[in-house]
Nanobody, 122 residues
């Protein structure tokens, strides 16, 4: 049974930091591209970041560049998203997802987690 379980979401003040985690099981984590996707209230899914199976190549949406860092630990089957300098517009439910290739087309992703809420507010 495939599972992706996100954690680490919280209420944080603008300018603060959070680290999200995504624990994977039920599939060969080390062979999949992994992604973070977010959904703000009343809006559609927004692709945030992606990382290749080996962890050496990372990709970010423009608004995340320089503030967010995606990483993975294949030994622990875990994906991370370090988020710094958070802004109110970063508030959303953050999902981790897995796919067999590099694509920003979220509708093609194979596996999804249930999401973790990030709220940036003073």
């Amino acid at each position: 049974q495939v599972q992706l379980v996100e954690s680490g979401g919280d209420l944080v003040q603008p300018g603060g930091s959070l680290r999200l985690s995504c624990a994977a099981s039920g599939f060969t984590f080390s062979t999949y591209w992994m992604y973070w996707v977010r959904q703000a209230p009343g809006k559609g899914l927004e692709w945030v970041s992606g990382i290749n199976p080996g962890g050496g190549r990372t990709y970010y949406t423009d608004s995340a560049k320089g503030r967010f860092t995606i990483s993975r630990d294949n030994a622990k089957n875990t994906l991370y998203l370090q988020m710094n300098s958070l802004k109110s517009e970063d508030s959303a439910v953050y999902f981790c997802a897995a796919a067999s290739r590099m694509t920003r087309a979220t509708t093609t992703y194979d596996y999804w987690g249930q999401g973790t809420q990030v709220t940036v507010s003073s």
